[in-house]
């Protein structure tokens, strides 16, 4: 089998979002009948390979070629009319039409003056949905099917056209297990109609069970290329995934041990749509403790935060300082002193660095008291104070992240909130971000709470770790604890 | 057959019937104000296809309207008869909506509904300025009407709604609506199924083009003038976007319901005075701030067990 020729090949694909290369020089093949896991964390450019192969994002160099025809740089709909498949992890179906007719779209040609659908549709569409599995919901409209029969209807979709190759885009996010175990079915199933697959994912423990061969990416680039094991193993993609050498430095002179939490999150559940974002999630953090809560992307930490900051809806209860959060507006729980600095980072491009921090300082009361923040500040991250004029949307990744950081606690927070501070930043600039947090732990009585996927970076400042894990907490405890009982089980 | 024991199409009968019957009944100056809301219901149908189904926010629809109207007047002008003069209006506003959609639709975002918009004062400047062949902002005279009796009128319009919804209605249930719904709510997802969306945006465009102008031209010689007031005016826009989202966006026929609203309201409410208008904007506000999805949305909404 491994003597056929590749349904897809790629090779130098590049491609560049203004100055910033998002994939640079990636290339792998696809035979039929195997399926290969593209892994990486967010922002890894995993994505943006998968929308290149579809002709969604023109790529800037390289070769995409379909069982021999180049098709690099095509119009989507052309790719797809020639045999790629794509199934999106967000279905957008037609709400108003029943999953049997959303079906029988994906089978219509492409012509103005086809007004009718030919005969043969209608089996050909009742024929997917068995297969999928979608075959007692048929006559139902998607609005009210739960979340796994929506992402059977986007499996059905990309069916439709009998694709040669089929991208889907993280298989199992929001599944429960048994789904998962269905799901991993249907896409075996593909492998035996001799399609090629190509996986998408965070990581390579969800897609382990189901690739041929893992090809891992990290800010754009390739870092391996292998087994599902080999590729766990591998020096770089582990030091991607838990940083280098995991230390700890447990702070002596905290002890908390005894008054009551400042935060408390008490058996929370986050529903999106019909999927389980966070189920019976409960964390606490005391005044002064510096907590991180590890978990892959996906696994539901910007939910918690988010959860906390009153962004989303949830079931259960938020405390801080022994009073509910339940009912307050974000605006409001923010002024109450829960500042969270977003994983997306939310600057205002356009206002300079300065404009940018004396937004987070609106709230101060005194000209003096902003005065004093902003010294501090400036203190904590001089290269703001180098840039004070620059726009904020021209600084690179590190130097927003920090302007991003010191807005937040330009605010003052009784409780910081970072989501993931080191989102697509080079090694180099986590150092950096590194020394400002060990600074800001211990000059100051702030309590933060982090969100990581990259261990090392997490575990350094952290008094407590919680572990997040397909949206429920499986672990708590020191630091120091986690090498030796999380340590292998996390990639 | 499946659709007879359905009731919509029974009771779309028996509102046609009911509507036909209207010049036995009906007095001159109501048949009137019929006549102008059907063609006005062709406006609102036109344009539903386009913020509907294909997902676009056409700001011109008077662009259309105002050529097709324009465009049938000057060939009457120059002695065409009425049939010629409606057939050249619509293919002006083909062509015009064309050369329109082709550089807009290229375009995402608000910017498709700003270029519309600005063609829309284009279309008026040049009525302004021309005004020794289109009459400016007077009007322009047409020898020809339709007819001088109501009655006669009121059938023209009637049969004109009637095929123009039999056709935009079809077409909207048709695998082209399946799918100009499928690029208009999600271009991607509809290019990664297969289709080409430009292609499909451009055809809706056409089509809302054809029957917007021949609407246009149609009012023209039963009103025997086009003036900038009747068909080019940005406040027959606000007034065609009310009718379609208080009749119901994505039904074709509610636009229908939402025109005859505004136009007889407008009217019986004319002893208001100045109140009019506000009465009839406040009932329409409420009706899509209540009911988002317009009156046949919220009639036809789907009903089925959770």
Redesign the interface.
């Given at each position: 089998m491994h003597d056929e020729a590749p349904l897809l090949a790629v090779s130098g694909l590049t491609k560049r979002f203004g100055g910033l290369v998002a994939v640079r020089d990636i290339g792998f093949s696809i035979r039929p009948g195997e399926i290969l896991g593209l892994i990486g964390p967010n922002g890894s450019g995993k994505s943006t390979v998968m929308r290149l192969v579809?002709?969604?994002e023109r790529p800037n160099a390289g070769s995409v070629k379909l069982a021999g025809t180049e098709i690099a740089g095509w119009?989507?709909?052309r790719i797809?009319?020639n045999g790629i498949?794509?199934v999106?992890q967000h279905s957008?179906p037609?709400h108003?039409?029943t999953v049997l007719?959303n079906i029988?779209?994906?089978l219509?040609p492409?012509s103005?003056w086809?007004?009718?659908?030919e005969p043969h549709v209608e089996q050909r569409a009742r024929d997917i949905a068995e297969r999928v599995g979608l075959g007692a919901v048929i006559g139902?409209?998607p609005?009210?099917l739960p979340f796994a029969d929506l992402r059977r209807l986007e499996m059905a979709?990309a069916l439709?056209?009998d694709p040669r190759v089929v991208l889907v885009d993280e298989p199992f996010a929001g599944l429960t297990l048994a789904e998962v175990a269905t799901f991993s079915e249907l896409i075996d199933g593909f492998r035996r109609d001799g399609r090629a697959v190509l996986l998408v994912d965070h990581n390579v423990k969800s897609v382990a069970a189901l690739v041929d061969r893992v090809l891992a990416m990290y800010l754009g680039e390739r870092i391996a290329e292998g087994t599902a094991e080999q590729v766990m193993r591998d020096e770089t993609v582990r030091r991607v995934y838990l940083g280098g050498r995991i230390e700890a430095h447990p702070r002596k002179e905290l002890d908390v041990r005894g008054g009551e939490a400042l935060l408390e999150v008490r058996g929370i559940d986050v529903l999106y749509g019909k999927a389980q974002a966070l189920q019976q999630v409960s964390i606490h953090v005391h005044a002064g403790e510096f907590v991180s809560v590890v978990g892959l992307n996906g696994a539901g930490k910007t939910t918690l935060f988010n959860a906390i900051s009153g962004l989303v809806p949830f079931a259960g209860d938020i405390r801080l300082g022994g009073a509910s959060l339940r009912g307050r507006t974000p605006a409001r729980i923010a002024r109450g002193g829960i500042v969270q600095c977003p994983e997306t980072r939310e600057l205002f491009a356009e206002l300079s660095v300065r404009e940018n921090l004396d937004l987070g300082g609106q709230h101060l009361a005194s000209e003096a008291a902003r005065r004093t923040q902003l010294d501090w500040l400036f203190d904590l991250f001089p290269i703001l104070n180098e840039r004070q004029r620059q726009k904020a949307g021209t600084l690179s990744g590190g130097e927003q992240q920090m302007l991003a950081i010191a807005r937040a606690l330009m605010m003052q927070p009784t409780l910081l909130i970072l989501d993931e501070p080191t989102l697509g930043l080079a090694p180099v600039i986590l150092e950096q971000l590194s020394k400002a947090l060990t600074r800001l732990r211990e000059t100051t009585p702030i309590t933060v709470l982090l969100g990581e996927q990259n261990v090392t970076f997490a575990l350094p400042h952290a008094d407590r770790v919680y572990v997040l894990e397909h949206a429920r907490i499986v672990w708590e405890g020191a630091p120091g604890r986690f090498a030796a009982e999380m340590g292998a089980g996390y990639l | 057959m499946r659709m007879l024991r359905r009731p919509g199409p029974w009771i779309a009968l028996l509102l046609v019937a009911l509507a036909a019957s209207a010049p036995g009944w009906m007095g001159a100056y109501f048949l009137g104000i019929f006549t102008t809301a059907y063609y006005f219901g062709v406006f609102a149908m036109s344009w539903d296809l386009l913020f509907g189904f294909a997902g676009e926010v056409n700001f011109g629809p008077t662009f259309l309207i105002g050529l097709g109207a324009y465009g049938a007047g000057l060939l009457n002008n120059a002695g065409f008869g009425i049939p010629l003069c409606l057939a050249g209006g619509a293919v002006v506003a083909v062509v015009g909506g064309a050369l329109l959609a082709l550089p807009a639709l290229r375009l995402r975002g608000p910017y498709f509904g700003l270029i519309t918009l600005v063609a829309v004062l284009l279309l008026l400047d040049c009525i302004v300025i021309f005004a020794n062949v289109t009459g400016g902002e007077i009007g322009m005279m047409v020898p020809d009407v339709l007819s001088i009796d109501a009655s006669v009128n009121y059938w023209y319009a009637l049969g004109f709604l009637a095929i123009s919804a039999l056709i935009l209605f079809g077409l909207s249930r048709s695998s082209l609506g399946l799918i100009l719904q499928a690029t208009g709510q999600d271009r991607i997802e509809a290019a990664a199924l297969g289709f080409n969306v430009t292609k499909h945006k451009l055809a809706a465009f056409c089509v809302s083009a054809l029957f917007s102008g021949l609407a246009g031209g149609m009012l023209t010689f039963y009103e025997g003038a086009a003036s900038v007031d009747t068909v080019v005016s940005l406040s027959i826009t606000v007034q065609i976007v009310i009718a379609v989202v208080f009749g119901g966006r994505r039904t074709i026929l509610g636009a229908v319901l939402g025109s005859i609203f505004l136009i007889l309201f407008d009217e019986l409410l004319r002893p208001l005075g100045q109140l009019n208008t506000f009465v009839v904007s406040a009932i329409a506000l409420a009706v899509i701030i209540f009911f988002p999805d317009g009156v046949l949305g919220w009639v036809l909404r789907p009903r089925e067990p959770r």
């Open positions: 579809m002709g969604i119009p989507t709909h797809a009319r498949g794509i999106f957008r037609l108003r039409q007719e029988k779209l994906a219509l492409d103005l086809r007004l009718a659908a139902r409209r609005p009210t979709k439709a056209r | -």
